[in-house]
């Protein structure tokens, strides 16, 4: 397999045979984000893509995720030609995950997004960050709440399960609480099937530090950041959906099946934030990217 820089891949894809069909991400521009700086973004041709699938056709694979950052910027016959070649190559494959960005989404309607599905694509990973409008001009997402609501919910019409992402402590402590709470009613009108939040991270060099060093940005404690999760459950309602904390950014790493185990996940943050032990968090040393 050719890979071209550092690849990044979502947590629940660990297991998954990880195949580059794009370099970098087409926007690359929000404030928070290192992934794909100095790469400059290409969709590789598909004769690079059907070497790395031959290369791996003799063993079984069970699920592949399409890297970088927003390979369904892919036009959809591309896209088409991939899924595919895979299908025919990897006989045993059982699912195909992308990450996507709203704009990515909307650009297809629900019938390409089934032929997609058609072909294999499982899993569409949506980076939504915030529900707050003003946090997420300030981030410079690129798309507005309409837009990442949209576009959530296509994905769920075509068939394809959805997973977002949220960044906690991303609104600053200033921003804190509307954006806990707008996260909240976001989530609950995208209705995905996974949730996965993380804690923001500084990386040196990004838009986002340069705000944190000047003092515009102010970054809320650990138990701020714990107290966001809180308002985010509080004001989140799914019709079935698998909410994570434990990604390795969190202080304290949850795993909650909603609705069933809502209650008791708030039950237990509260104590957290009721007694405000430091032993209760995950350890600063653990804590990464
Ligand atoms: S769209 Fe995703 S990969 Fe691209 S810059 Fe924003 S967060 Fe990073």
């Known amino acids: 397999m050719k890979y071209e820089g550092m690849i990044f891949r979502p947590p629940s894809e660990a297991d998954s045979l990880i195949l580059q069909v794009t370099v970098g991400c087409s926007y690359n521009r929000c404030t928070f984000c290192a992934a794909y700086q100095g790469k400059r973004f290409r969709i590789k041709s598909f004769e690079e893509i059907k070497e790395d699938i031959d290369e791996v056709s003799p063993y079984k694979v069970r699920r592949v995720f399409l890297a970088d950052g927003d390979a369904l910027s892919i036009p959809q016959n591309g896209l088409l030609q991939i899924l595919s070649y895979l299908k025919t190559r990897l006989k045993g494959i059982e699912r195909v995950g992308i990450y996507a960005n709203a704009k990515d989404v909307l650009r297809k309607d629900v019938e390409e997004l089934k032929a997609l599905k058609d072909l294999g694509l499982g899993i569409v990973y949506l980076g939504l960050e915030s529900g707050d409008p003003e946090v997420l001009k300030r981030i410079k997402k690129n798309a507005t709440v309409d837009q990442l609501i949209r576009a959530g919910k296509r994905v769920k019409e075509s068939g394809i399960l959805l997973s977002v992402t949220v960044i906690l402590g991303i609104g600053g402590v200033e921003g804190s609480h509307a954006h806990a709470v707008e996260t909240g009613k976001v989530l609950s009108k995208m209705d995905p099937d996974y949730v996965g939040a993380l804690s923001l991270m500084i990386v040196p060099g990004t838009p986002i530090a340069k705000e944190i060093e000047t003092g515009n940005l102010v970054l809320p404690t650990p138990f701020g950041l714990i107290q966001e999760l ?28 909603m609705p069933e185990e809502k209650e008791e996940a708030l039950k237990r943050i509260r104590e957290v934030l009721r007694r405000k032990d430091p032993d209760l968090l995950r350890p600063e040393y653990l804590r990464a990217l």
């Open 230 to 257: 809180e308002m985010m459950i509080t004001h989140s309602q799914f019709t079935h959906c698998f909410f994570a904390s434990n990604h390795a950014s969190n202080y304290l790493p949850l795993r909650i099946q």
